[in-house]
């Protein structure tokens, strides 16, 4: 028999890459933390730019607080924020990310280049980061207020995973639902995307409607045949706000925008018990869109648990979702009295 084989330690930047290749699984999970970034920063306009499925390219440029100077060398370090001091504050955490490690990750897998320039600043300043440490002292550059955030060849040091994800198209198309979606849900902030060197294939302006927004994006099929819900239950302390489409309208996959204190996410007990109550009024296998926003006590819900643990779960599920089903139904009746046929013109 063979003697055992002696047991090394990891080395660090080994173990730092596996974990940030835990945080970051695909181009469109690093968009997400990015765009949530930008929208705590209070921007009101979020442009994103892709080369090849975001493998190549991911770029996010907001109008923003920007981030000081001073903070730079600091800012892709693990568990460093602007958003969270003591452990008290993660029951009454209202942004999005609050862990300090979206950048820091995104450094040990990509090559990162960050862009800021804050009100006061004269011009921008510019660094690279490379394993969490910012290379060099950083550079005057000329830029407007706001940050500019670029992902060079994500992955490019986990051959494994970048040969996974062969399929450019299926990466920008994930791409492009997170942005619909973070677009329609946040109304009052303009979105826009495009693949490098072509034009916007998403473009909300800064100030519309969530109607608006899903109409430009989603199809004013869909969006003529919408009604807005809104429920609330003091039991459970919860409120849910959206739009729904009607019973003249359905389609034959499900599309479901759901949000939970802001952040996007999945449930999958919501989505099969709401496709419940449409089949009374839909045509066999046939299914709605819905837009959902639900706010919760946050102390109910860690909607922050993994950013890629999409699938949340929260006190009182069970009884919150037949809540807010049984609000959709008391809306679906009231809406199958006035089943519109358009004729064609
Ligand atoms: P977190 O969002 O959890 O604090 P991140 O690694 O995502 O951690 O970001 C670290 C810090 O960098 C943030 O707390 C914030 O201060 C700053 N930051 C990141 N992105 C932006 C941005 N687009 N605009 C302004 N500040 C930003
Ligand atoms: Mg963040």
Redo the contacts with the bound molecule.
Sequence with gaps: MEPPKEIKKLREEVVNRIAAGEVVQRPANALK??I???I??K?NNIQITVKNGGLKLLQIQ?N????RKE?FPI?CERF?????KEFEDLSSIST?????????SISHIAHLTIT?KTKKDVCAHQARFVDGVMQGATKAVAGNQG?I?TVEDLFYNMNVRRNALRSVADEYARISDVVSKYAVHNAGIGFALKKSGGNNDIRTPPKASHIDNIRVIYGNTIARELTEFSWEDPTFKFKSHGFITNVNYSTKKFVFLLFINHRLVECTNLKKCIDQVYTTYLPKNMHPFVYLSLELDPITVDVNVHPTKHEVHFLNEEQIIESVCGGLEKKLLGSNNSRVFYTQA
């Excluded at 923003?64 to 981030?67: C, D, E, L, Q, R």
């Excluded at 460093?80 to 969270?84: A, F, H, I, R, Y």
């Excluded at 999005?96 to 820091?104: D, Q, V």
């Design positions: 933390e990015l949530e970034n930008s705590d920063a921007a907001d923003g607080t920007g981030i903070d800012l460093t924020t602007s958003k969270l999005y990310g609050f862990r300090g490690e979206a950048l820091a800021s940050t955030i």
